[in-house]
Each structure stands twice: as C-alpha cells, then as structure tokens.
C-alpha cells in the first residue's frame, strides 16, 4: 500500500529535515515543505494544506506539542506524527492527546518511519 503523500517535515535540524526528505522520498512521497519552527509550522500548515506532517517535539520558539494543539484546532482532520528522541515518553503522550496520530523515534529508520506512515495512510485516509 503506498498513496503518496503531500508532507511537511518540522524540525529545528537541517539534518534531521535532510533525512526525513530523503527516506519519505524514497517512500514515494512528496516533500511540499519543512520548517524550523512550532510558529512556522502553523502558518505553513494553512498555506501548505498537506496531507501529512512530521513534527519535531523539541523547538527554539514553541514546542511541537503546541504546535500540534494549533494546527488540530486549526484542521480537526490534520495527520501529524511526532520526531523524538528516546526519553521523551510523556511528551509522546502529551504530543497524543494534542492530536498527534502516531510518533517515530530518532535516529529515524526507514522501517519504522514506513510503518507509521502506512499505519497512519490505513487508519486516517
């Protein structure tokens, strides 16, 4: 199953965006954009209208949890996943009940970012 999708990768790191691109690309998805931060996201969110976003939890200006909360109130349909680094369980269920649909574990491998996007395309579209 691969529908390809329109994504939005927020992340403060060049090189996390980097990697995100190139393994949803390789997925067969399209990278409409990426942003640096929580306040970025959410106007981008509005412009952009893609189908998906990965969302990092950790930023300078607004945490992705924030974010997250504003752009579900924004689009109650929105298809976010959260980016984190191990250690970070209760902010994964923070991100969860902001309306997060499902959350990859930094460093990102490809088998599980795979499996949580599809997870996410079978549940949600």
Request: proline share 3%.
């Amino acid at each position: 199953m691969n529908s390809s999708l329109k994504i939005m990768i927020v992340d403060d790191s060049l090189i996390t965006i980097k990697k995100l691109e190139k393994n949803l690309q390789d997925l067969g998805h399209s990278v409409l954009h990426s942003c640096k931060t929580g306040r970025e996201a959410i106007e981008s969110f509005e412009k952009y209208q893609p189908d998906l976003v990965t969302m990092d939890i950790t930023m300078p200006d607004m945490d992705g949890i924030e974010a997250t909360k504003q752009i579900v109130s924004i689009n109650p349909d929105a298809l976010i996943i959260m980016v984190t680094s191990h250690g970070q369980e209760k902010m994964v269920m923070d991100a969860i009940e902001a309306g997060a649909k499902g959350y990859v574990l930094k460093p990102i491998r490809l088998d599980k970012l795979e499996s949580t996007v599809n997870k996410i395309i079978s549940n949600y579209l």
